[in-house]
């Protein structure tokens, strides 16, 4: 982003861990949608928090991204989490590792972009960060995720 390539963007300090706020939750939606149908996140998302898919939802757009969005903005904010480790898990199964890399390294700028405590690792799934954050990835190509 030209705020962040410029240099003119520093990242918040952390503003919550005990939270999932409305625009992270709809940011992992995006972000899990740059590689997976919404048909493919809804399957992620309920295999994930046991929910069943509505059956009467059968389009893509709206009918199955609203579903989605509105999975993700109901549930207590510890399940948002659960659902970005489930989400990791069906990207690396279904497209690969490189794929989850990408998707691991949006997910936590989104988490430095809203404060969020906490960081995606590979192999250790979501934890909890220190005060300072940090570098941008800490993948390599020799880690697998696990959740």
Same mark, same amino acid.
């Given at each position: 982003m030209f705020s962040k390539r410029h240099g003119f963007a520093t990242?918040? +300090? &952390? #503003?919550? =861990?005990? $939270?999932a706020p409305e625009g992270l939750r709809h940011a992992v939606i995006q972000a899990a949608y740059d590689h997976l149908s919404y048909e493919q996140i809804r399957t992620s998302i309920c295999r994930t928090l046991y929910? +069943?898919?509505d059956k009467g939802n059968w389009s893509e &757009?709206?009918?199955? #991204? $609203?579903?989605?969005? =509105?999975?993700?903005? $109901?549930v207590e904010w510890y399940r948002v989490?659960? +659902? &970005?480790?489930?989400?990791?898990?069906? &990207?690396?199964g279904t497209y690969g590792y490189h794929a989850t890399v990408e998707f691991a390294d949006r997910i936590n700028s989104v988490f430095v972009d809203t404060g969020a405590g906490w960081q995606l690792v590979a192999g250790d799934g979501i934890v909890m960060v220190s005060v300072s954050w940090p570098a941008p990835s800490q993948f390599s190509p020799d880690l697998r995720f696990r959740t």
């Amino acid at each position: 982003m030209f705020s962040k390539r410029h240099g003119f963007a520093t990242p918040p +300090a &952390i #503003r919550f =861990r005990h $939270d999932a706020p409305e625009g992270l939750r709809h940011a992992v939606i995006q972000a899990a949608y740059d590689h997976l149908s919404y048909e493919q996140i809804r399957t992620s998302i309920c295999r994930t928090l046991y929910l +069943a898919p509505d059956k009467g939802n059968w389009s893509e &757009i709206p009918n199955i #991204r $609203d579903e989605v969005e =509105r999975i993700i903005q $109901d549930v207590e904010w510890y399940r948002v989490y659960d +659902a &970005i480790e489930g989400l990791v898990s069906f &990207i690396e199964g279904t497209y690969g590792y490189h794929a989850t890399v990408e998707f691991a390294d949006r997910i936590n700028s989104v988490f430095v972009d809203t404060g969020a405590g906490w960081q995606l690792v590979a192999g250790d799934g979501i934890v909890m960060v220190s005060v300072s954050w940090p570098a941008p990835s800490q993948f390599s190509p020799d880690l697998r995720f696990r959740t």
